[in-house]
């Protein structure tokens, strides 16, 4: 069984910052993807930024620029979020793709964190 951890949401102003961190858990073998969604309200779910074991990203076009992806040697990854935008208010989700000790391919997501950029 795998856990995924988010913290470092808050409120900030429109052209701040916040950094949030994201750590797994459980029996894991290797990571091979993390990555972070956002929903708005009344909206889907949608893909922010992602990061893969070989240290590749892919970001969404609405945040390219602003925000980085990272990932540490341990379980941990983060998303720095520079000049942040009203737009950019959402739940953050934590998901991450790993080899089980199981053998098997394990997905999981965080409970979320939520981000509101307002003045």
């Known amino acids: 069984q795998v856990q995924v951890v988010e913290s470092g949401g808050g409120l900030v102003q429109p052209g701040g910052s916040l950094r949030l961190s994201c750590v797994a858990s459980?029996?894991?073998?290797?990571?091979?993807?993390m990555g972070w969604y956002r929903q708005a309200p009344g909206k889907q779910r949608e893909l922010v930024a992602n990061?893969?074991?070989?240290?590749?990203t892919n970001y969404a076009d609405s945040v390219k620029g602003r925000f980085t992806i990272s990932r540490d040697n341990a379980k941990n990854a983060y998303l720095q979020m520079n000049s942040l935008k009203p737009e950019d208010t959402a739940v953050y989700y934590c998901?991450?793709?790993?080899?089980?000790?199981?053998?098997?391919?394990?997905?999981?997501w965080g409970q979320g964190t939520q981000v509101t950029v307002s003045s």
């Open positions: 990061i893969v074991s070989g240290g590749s």
């Open positions: 998901h991450t793709r790993v080899l089980g000790t199981s053998g098997r391919w394990l997905e999981a």
């Open positions: 459980g029996s894991i073998v290797s990571i091979s993807r």
